[in-house]
């Protein structure tokens, strides 16, 4: 079983929509979840980090994360052109070697419509 | 004033040759990394440094071989590159290394060998 999974994609929504953008993961000790955002061409930027069961909003922004279902996802409100890009999550666990490891999805490619 | 620096920018080399990748970062944070991101645009990590001191090595190849001089420096040197090696890699930071922090990355080195 992968650690993190996410839906490839791509998703399109057309522009003013509600993005909708889910991430499983298999171990059940992981600590915090973390969504990043890629364009095309550049690194990673972080968008939100969430560690406890619920949702949190930033913006247009909310992740919502259910530790027992093992599933994280992000919602995108009124979504725009500018939102088109990867977004990746990341699930933040301890690693073999005792120390803490930031595990990454394959991303999920998000095309607005205009 | 960027955060985390990555160069070169673009690398270009035949196979067999050996070449540095130099990442530096003024956050102040402990610990850094290197990430390889591979054409299918997945994020997967190769070594963490805490304190210039080496605390995750994933499976890679022994001709990966990381340097960390001082804790705002990790360079990676590769010998004998081969063309599975091409690759966008990314530096990133994080202070401290452990669970709710997120990751700040560099703009990668995108790393074609032919």
């Known amino acids: 079983q992968k650690e993190v999974e996410q839906n490839s994609g791509p998703l399109s929504v057309p522009e003013g929509a509600i993005a909708s953008l889910n991430c499983t993961y298999s171990?059940?000790?992981?600590?915090?979840f973390f969504w990043y955002r890629q364009y095309s061409g550049k690194s990673p930027e972080l968008i939100m980090l969430?560690?406890?069961?619920g949702d949190k909003e930033d913006g247009r922004f909310t992740a919502q994360l259910n530790k027992a279902s093992q599933y994280v996802s992000l919602l995108i409100r009124d979504s725009q052109p500018s939102d088109s890009a990867t977004y990746l999550c990341?699930?933040?666990?301890?690693?073999?070697?005792?120390?803490?490891?930031?595990?990454f999805g394959k991303g999920t490619k998000l095309s607005v419509i205009p | 004033d960027t955060a985390v620096s990555q160069t070169p920018k673009y690398l270009v080399t035949q196979m067999g040759n050996d070449k540095s990748i130099k990442c530096e970062q003024n956050?102040?944070?402990?610990?850094m990394y290197w990430y390889k991101q591979d054409s299918k645009k997945f994020l997967k990590i190769m070594f963490s440094?805490?304190?210039?001191?080496?605390?995750i090595n994933e499976t890679v190849p022994n001709r990966f071989s990381p340097k960390s001089p001082d804790k705002a420096h990790l360079n990676l040197h590769i010998n004998s590159l081969e063309l599975g090696d091409s690759a966008v890699y990314f530096c990133?930071?994080?202070?401290?290394?452990?669970?709710?922090?997120?990751?700040?990355f560099g703009s990668g080195t995108r790393l074609t060998v032919v």
């Open positions: 969430i560690y406890s069961n």
């Open positions: 440094y805490n304190n210039k001191e080496l605390i």
């Open positions: 990341a699930v933040m666990r301890i690693s073999g070697a005792g120390s803490y490891q930031l595990t």
């Open positions: 171990d059940r000790g992981s600590q915090s």
């Open positions: 990133a930071s994080s202070h401290p290394p452990t669970g709710n922090y997120g990751y700040t």
């Open positions: 956050l102040g944070h402990d610990t």
